[in-house]
């Protein structure tokens, strides 16, 4: 094999890994990285508006593949403009292999021209920092992407010298590393729990009466939807879940209980709360940390890691670390008829709850003629009937995303995509995006509100240029809502938080007939752009935009007082 520049064999070795989309703003010393991957088959470099736009792009992709995404920026501000995407591939468990100029080493440590210490920058945010070194190109690359990987799943930080991509790398011959030429394996699965913790963890669950069952994104990358509903079903168990991990259940199955902190969670707390044990499985606390919620109860925890558990106040039973394929399989096999579990369970109470909850969640009556705008209940409804079964919808971080969380129906783990470990606002474009190049054949649209629009609208302009029929819709409601709930819970005045010009004179802030943002026009960085005021109107453009051949972008002026019975009421019953 003839010998390769630094910049082909990267590329190169990125293809092989699986990687399919590098996101990213050039620089001059990316120029010999471009060059690769316009001359490589299966690999392409999608320029973004905003380093951070790039970041989130590889984290969605990495969530959805299970392989690492790839996102680059160059020199000081590319680099922390790229941090903020990074920190969310951290937090919400995504592998990302990032990647960004990096001085040489003559100068290190100088001060010279947009130089900062990248090393120290990623390494609060990501599970490994390193640099490319010649000799070492593919062994260094295939270790970032078994490190981003592996459980958890996170970023890895790759520094690229200025000047390496030019230089020779040998790429076969004596003397060469296994690594160098090996074929890329991803990591294996965690081993199983060693066999005393699942025998304990049996006797633990047999002996309780009343378990919960409370499922995080680790069952999701685990694969144990099916094992999860069985387990539910077999004993009658009332099953809660996080925010990311929804559609590892569905809403309307008897043994759903609802979604943790999100709207009307204290709904959720009537049944948790009652609870003997809590069976942890794939629970992460990145979403929101166990003491926050549980009941006076034993925790089983069955996981690829260590709970994360104050364990001066509650009391961790068993920690069953381990495969959770494995320990869900032990689970299944106990034999029946020394089980207690379930039978203390009132089936009706809790299908009452259920309903109730999701009757109120329901839209009001008058929602087709609102007073301030449209119900975002109803808004929610006619999105949900517009959108295909098998599509996928991301939403931005706001007061939405809580009514989201709860309501929306999610028929499978993936079909709905937050941020709720990193929580950043200006999450749901770039998100819409990459979910829609790594499914092209599945409809994608987004869900933001007018704050989260602001933050990365510009990346608006990567849909058009790679022609990607995604559907935008906006719900404005000229607030920050979410904050402006919490100031007025406290019994402050709503202060620094309306979006947007002055309403005209004798309108409320919110009203439809409010001085509209510079945004609302025709077309946004050419994405046409529809705006209604009702349901009608909206049901009406939503149906236009599913048929569309681009992106479009449908707002729905909402009515953000239908947020404040709904939202931050934690799962204690307590307003938050």
Wanted: hydrophobic fraction near 45%; charged fraction near 20%.
């Amino acid at each position: 094999m003839a010998d390769k520049t630094v910049a082909q064999v990267v590329v190169e070795t990125l293809a092989e890994i699986g990687v399919r989309h590098v996101f990213g703003v050039p620089s001059g010393g990316w120029v010999d990285y471009m060059e690769a991957l316009r001359r490589t088959d299966g690999i392409d470099f999608v320029l973004t508006t905003h380093e951070g736009g790039a970041a989130f792009m590889a984290t969605v992709c990495g969530r959805l593949t299970g392989v690492p995404g790839v996102c680059f920026g160059t020199f000081g501000p590319g680099a922390t403009n790229l941090s903020t995407g990074v920190g969310c591939a951290l937090l919400d468990r995504s592998p990302v292999i990032a990647l960004t100029d990096e001085m040489p080493e003559s100068m290190r440590g100088r001060t010279t021209q947009m130089g900062i210490d990248h090393q120290a920058l990623f390494a609060p945010i990501t599970k490994k920092t390193t640099r490319l070194e010649k000799g070492l190109i593919r062994e260094i690359l295939l270790d970032a992407a078994h490190v981003a990987m592996s459980e958890r799943p996170g970023p890895v930080h790759i520094g690229l010298p200025l000047g390496l991509s030019r230089e020779m790398e040998v790429t076969a011959g004596a003397g060469n590393s296994r690594a160098a030429t090996q074929a890329f394996s991803p990591p294996p699965p965690a081993a199983a729990a060693g066999n005393d913790l699942l025998e304990e963890m049996g006797r633990l669950f047999q002996a309780a009466r009343k378990p919960v069952l409370a499922i995080g994104l680790g069952a999701v990358r685990a694969g144990v939807e099916e094992e999860i509903t069985a387990l539910a079903e077999l004993y009658g168990l009332p099953v809660v879940l996080t925010p990311m991990a929804k559609g590892v259940l569905q809403n309307s199955h008897p043994n759903y209980a609802g979604v943790l902190f999100h709207a009307l969670s204290d709904h959720v707390g009537r049944t948790h709360r009652q609870a003997d044990l809590v069976v942890a499985i794939g629970y992460d606390p990145v979403e929101f940390n166990l003491e926050a919620w549980m009941p006076d109860a034993p925790l089983l925890n069955i996981d690829t890691v260590a709970a994360d558990l104050d364990t001066s106040k509650f009391d961790l039973a068993v920690d069953v670390v381990g495969d959770i394929a494995t320990s869900m399989y032990c689970l299944l096999g106990l034999d029946q008829g020394e089980i207690a579990v379930g039978k203390d369970w009132d089936q009706p109470a809790l299908n009452e709850r259920r309903r109730h909850m999701f009757e109120q969640l329901s839209a009001s009556e008058n929602a087709a003629t609102p007073k301030r705008g449209i119900d975002p209940r109803a808004a929610l409804d006619i999105l949900r009937e517009a959108l295909p079964g098998d599509g996928i919808m991301t939403a931005d971080v706001g007061a939405h995303l809580h009514l989201i969380g709860q309501k929306w129906p999610t028929p499978w783990a993936g079909a709905q995509l937050m941020t709720n470990g990193w929580s950043s606002m200006g999450y749901a474009i770039p998100a819409a995006i990459a979910a829609k190049l790594c499914h092209p054949q599945l409809p994608v649209c987004a869900v933001m509100g007018d704050g989260g629009f602001l933050m990365t609208a510009g990346e608006l302009a990567v849909a058009v240029r790679e022609r990607l029929p995604i559907v935008f819709v906006l719900f404005t409601d000229r607030e920050l809502a979410l904050i402006r709930i919490k100031q007025e819970r406290k019994g402050n005045l709503a202060y620094g938080t309306p979006l947007g010009g002055a309403p005209v004179e004798g309108a409320a802030p919110s009203a439809p007939d409010a001085r509209p943002l510079a945004i609302h026009q025709a077309n946004v960085f050419g994405v046409p752009m529809t705006r209604t005021s009702s349901a009608d109107e909206f049901e009406l453009s939503l149906r236009a935009a599913f048929e569309a051949d681009g992106p479009t972008i449908v707002e729905a002026i909402i009515d953000p007082g239908e947020y404040d019975d709904l939202v931050l009421r934690n799962d204690r019953g307590e307003e938050g």
